[in-house]
């Protein structure tokens, strides 16, 4: 698993964002080591679609939607959006396109200056752009805020800690909007809330994605959570892609070992399939010195030479399921037993 | 005091950990937060309790409170804790030093802070035996080794040697359960031991867990807010909300047979894996009460889609159903009674009438 | 059996009266300052405040500490006559120009400093972490004196710079050491700031870097910035104190620090002379350090605990 190609991108229908071959290194301190956050990576949204990234920390999923962003810009590949190549812009074409791409943070509150109300947060990017008169700002945000669930004269009068973690969320989520973008990126949006306020946040993230004809690409770790909301979902590993398939596909069979120990990991709240588990031993390897071949053979039950010493490409193993593994759990390949 | 304690015999009949009418509430600028207010429960050796519960629904604290690990300041607190069939809600901290690690101990969220960045490995292990057993150092350095072996650390000889920050966050949760078991003790705290982890690390942290806990004839105290972790790893839960117990059970019993509607929902909005992708998720309006001001009644009330007049008026108690005496929970109109039955048709006619 | 715990509410008490000692500590500063600032700024109006040069006689004569702390000088008379208490009301004005501009030198040039270098890093920050360790390495009060004798020599040899006052000289001076510490906790702060999300919201935006300094990281660095300007103030006027008794004080009109030194010599025949200026010193930096501490407290800001 986790390997390269480009398989998997697809040249009909209407790509909004097409992502080729994307590295992003970071340097560690002075010692001539880099981090490979993310190493080579290619990935495509077709307009409306939801799609999601899942992973481990450390796998390079949100490093990949900063680096859409081009915040910081990546080490190498080439990132299409809307038809036009983010890369090589100058800073003033960039500031622009980022106001069609918008991104939703984790950490709900930090990602809300605190000192300022809640109002000239929403209404902050129409300012920074001069979109419309005050009146016209005000009647957008104050729309925008009740479509959100949040009450217009509170968010004019309170700054962002007289807010719930769920109701910094949607406040986020109204200041993503204000712009119309098409795209946007929301990094483990719900990953910092409690059960019940995900659901609302998952629900609202749905109904806006409809109503303003949004295309989505969902980062988290929570592979239900994901399943739920997307359409199409890339599995990373270590800064590469294993396995990419349409979200019912891929979680009712996965082709990916990888795929398959996350989807076994997860803790089943129903007593009576919870003891059927088997873990997977050790930890990822650190991405600063990345294994050979496979990324997981360290981990993989089903390693062999071959896994350590070439990297598997990203091939069709069904129709528009991808997998980069050189011994899929099913596909054309005869599958190896696993012991 | 402290004579007292040590006088009192250790007997192995009777529960390992008794709580009743446990209060805990904290004096802010704001008011009384009553984070804990009012949780009688009883815990087994060797059994697994886990305690669920969303933030602010005082799981925590309590366990908290059971360590005698709080402020000491501004803290009001209130009930009995027996633990070994003795009182130890009342003790100061310097007589529940006796206690920790030897007989209770508690691991938490974050396995890089609650380790001293400065210290080795090895030196951390072996603290607590040399406090507490009195072992020479080359003693303790040996039993910290074979503890590490039994957490399944690899090469636990090097490691020793080693400073957290050269582990990675699964190895220092496992370096944490060796500390925490290192003097043998009776029960386990476990404050959301793997949140901070990744999935596939979750689980062998979980399995490892369950499986010293049977070895060791541990009891084992987890608390989370994730239904899933319980789930596999318990034999009873106790769902928190609002600073009360509201539902306790056999893990299975619970999930074949819940009885709040607050379980209900809160098991209905997390996403499931075999729903197809879109399903819509049931949500629970409204937010967790503030417990500053509780709301009258029930504390679920104000958002329970089956609330009556009489939740929001009078404070259900903790009764054991029908079918089983172990299974309790506190609720007027619980999940399957005709009046549950009733509101929840009412509320389809009424949505399909919206629709 | 179930004997219920005592409720134990210890504590509860202490944490009273601790908030409520803090904030004595707080009223007590506000209120010297208030009173202290208001003597000083109409001290020509008000009746029970001599003039600056008035001197109090001893049956018509000028007497070298005449009068001992009492009715007709509150707080007694000096080596050529004048009232102690009069003059240290003068003294005020001088010390908290000196104190209150020296920190607005240090906190717009040490501020900008260490907003620039924390939001850029790279050779920016570099270049000012230079020039900021340079400063920081040198004393401080060894600083303060060369610079003090170097303006004097310029002043004789370019007549342009005559105007400068010794006051003004001296606040540069405190205003220059001041801008290294400053420069150094406002790049701490901005440092975390600029990782913070809605600093990074504020770009994905389309910000421009000039807008998310303005807007996002300085409201931010404000509570920071006013908690450390007020501790410093206390810092920079016993720093005054300390030039002037070493001799680089301002003459006329006297400061704190000037009086002090003057009187130094005479502590045991009259020691009112220099115990009161050294007393309105130290009230008036305790109370910027009272206040400071509120603020800080207030705001919630460990880093100005420095």
């Known amino acids: ?339 | 005091m402290s004579i007292a304690i040590q006088a009192s015999t250790r007997t192995d009949d009777g529960p390992l950990l008794e709580l009743e009418g446990v209060r805990t509430h904290f004096q802010t600028p704001r008011g009384v937060v009553r984070a804990v207010d009012g949780v009688s429960l009883t815990l087994e050796r060797g059994r697994a309790l886990g305690i669920v519960g969303e933030s602010g629904s005082g799981k925590t604290i309590l366990s908290r409170s059971i360590m005698g690990l709080l402020p000491t300041r501004g803290t009001i607190r209130q009930g009995s804790i027996r633990f070994e069939g003795r009182e130890i809600g009342g003790l100061s901290r310097r007589a529940m030093r006796d206690v920790w690690g030897k007989e209770m101990a508690m691991i938490f969220q974050d396995p890089m802070t609650s380790l001293n960045p400065l210290m080795k490995i090895g030196a951390q292990i072996a603290e607590p035996l040399r406090i507490h057993l009195d072992m020479s150092r080359s003693d303790a350095w040996a039993t910290a080794e074979r503890l590490m072996n039994d957490v399944r650390i690899p090469a636990a000889g090097r490691r020793l040697r080693q400073y957290p920050h050269e582990l990675s966050g699964g190895m220092r949760q496992r370096i944490m359960i060796a500390i925490a078991m290192a003097c043998g003790p009776t029960l386990l705290l476990a404050d959301e031991p793997t949140t901070a982890l990744d999935v596939t690390v979750q689980a062998q942290i979980l399995d490892l867990l369950g499986e010293q806990r049977r070895d060791r004839n541990m009891s084992l105290l987890l608390v989370t807010h994730d239904l899933g972790v319980v789930a596999g790893h318990t034999d009873d839960i106790g769902v928190m909300y609002g600073g009360k117990l509201v539902e306790m059970a056999p893990t299975a019993e619970l999930f074949a047979n819940m009885k709040m509607p607050y379980t209900e929902a809160l098991l209905q909005s997390i996403p499931k894996l075999a729903d197809p992708s879109h399903t819509r998720l049931n949500v629970i309006a409204g937010r967790p009460p503030d417990l500053v001001n509780p709301p009258v009644g029930c504390r679920f009330s104000p958002r329970c889609p089956y609330a009556q007049d009489r939740c929001r008026e009078e404070e259900p108690p903790l009764i054991p159903t029908v079918e089983d005496p172990r299974h309790t929970y506190a609720c007027w109109y619980p999940v399957g009674s005709p009046a549950y039955h009733e509101t929840k048709a009412r509320r389809q006619r009424e949505a399909e009438v919206a629709a | 059996m179930t004997t219920a715990l005592a409720s134990s509410t210890h504590g509860a008490a202490e944490v009273k009266s601790a908030r409520k000692a803090r904030h004595m500590g707080w009223m007590f500063g506000t209120a010297w300052l208030v009173v202290l600032s208001f003597c000083a700024l109409f001290a020509n109006q008000l009746p029970f405040i001599r003039t600056y040069d008035a001197k109090v006689r001893v049956a018509g004569q000028a007497k070298q500490y005449g009068f001992g702390p009492g009715w007709t000088a509150w707080l007694g008379t000096d080596n050529s006559s004048h009232d102690v208490f009069a003059r240290c009301i003068y003294g005020a004005r001088q010390t908290l120009f000196i104190g209150i501009g020296a920190t607005i030198i240090g906190l717009t040039v040490g501020g900008l400093l260490g907003v620039l270098g924390g939001y850029y890093r790279g050779w920016v920050d570099r270049a000012i972490s230079i020039i900021v360790d340079c400063l920081l390495a040198m004393p401080a009060l060894l600083l303060a004196l060369l610079l003090i004798q170097r303006t004097d020599q310029i002043k004789e040899t370019i007549t342009a710079l005559g105007w400068l006052t010794r006051t003004e000289e001296i606040t540069i001076t405190l205003g220059i050491l001041a801008i290294a510490p400053f420069a150094r906790i406002v790049r701490a702060q901005t440092l975390g700031l600029r990782e913070r999300d809605f600093v990074l919201a504020a770009r994905s935006l389309g910000a421009k870097s000039q807008r998310v300094i303005w807007r996002e990281i300085m409201p931010n660095l404000v509570p920071a910035m006013v908690t450390v300007a007020v501790t410093g103030l206390g810092i920079l006027i016993a720093a005054e104190g300390t030039l002037a008794f070493l001799g680089l004080g301002v003459a006329r009109p006297q400061t704190w620090g000037t009086m002090i030194d003057a009187a130094r010599d005479d502590l045991s025949k009259a020691w009112w002379a220099t115990i009161f200026p050294c007393l309105f010193l130290f009230l008036t930096v305790l109370s910027f350090n009272f206040i400071g501490d509120h603020l800080a407290r207030k705001f919630d800001i460990r880093e100005a605990a420095v």
């Open chain 1, 1 to 339: 698993m986790a390997g390269t190609g480009k398989a998997h991108l697809r040249t009909e229908g209407d790509v909004l964002l097409r992502v080729e071959d994307l590295v992003v290194e970071f340097p560690v301190g002075r010692t001539g080591l880099k981090v490979n956050a993310v190493s080579g990576i290619s990935l495509d949204v077709l307009r409306g679609e939801t799609l999601g990234v899942v992973g481990e920390s450390g796998c390079g999923k949100s490093t990949t939607g900063r680096a859409i962003m081009q915040l910081p810009r990546p080490t190498s590949g080439s990132v299409l959006f809307e038809g036009r190549q983010l890369t090589d812009m100058s800073g003033d074409d960039m500031r622009e396109a980022r106001t069609r791409m918008q991104m939703i943070f984790q950490d709900p509150i930090s990602s809300l200056n605190p000192r300022r109300k809640v109002r000239d947060i929403v209404t902050e990017p129409l300012a920074i752009w001069k979109r419309g008169n005050s009146t016209e700002q005000r009647a957008k945000v104050d729309a925008l805020l009740e479509e959100v669930g949040i009450d217009p004269q509170r968010a004019a009068e309170s700054q962002p800690h007289q807010f719930s973690g769920g109701q910094c969320q949607r406040i986020s989520i109204a200041r993503s909007l204000v712009l119309e973008p098409t795209l946007i990126i929301c990094d483990e949006p719900v990953s910092a809330l409690d059960v019940s306020v995900q659901a609302q946040v998952l629900n609202l993230l749905e109904d806006l994605k409809a109503k303003h004809g949004l295309t989505l690409i969902f980062i988290a770790h929570d592979l239900a959570v994901v399943k739920n909301i997307s359409d199409r979902v890339a599995v990373m590993y270590l800064g590469k892609i294993c396995e990419v398939a349409p979200s019912d596909d891929l979680y009712r069979a996965p082709a990916h070992h990888y795929t398959s120990v996350l989807l076994d990991s997860i803790p089943v709240p129903d007593p009576s399939v919870a003891a059927t588990k088997t873990a997977i031993e050790g930890e990822p390897p650190s991405p600063v010195l990345p294994p050979p071949g496979c990324r997981f053979h360290t981990r993989c039950p089903a390693a062999t030479d071959v896994c350590r010493n070439e990297e598997p490409k990203l091939r069709e193993i069904a129709t528009a399921h991808f997998v980069a593994c050189h011994h899929p759990l099913y596909g054309d390949d005869v599958p190896v037993s696993v012991a």
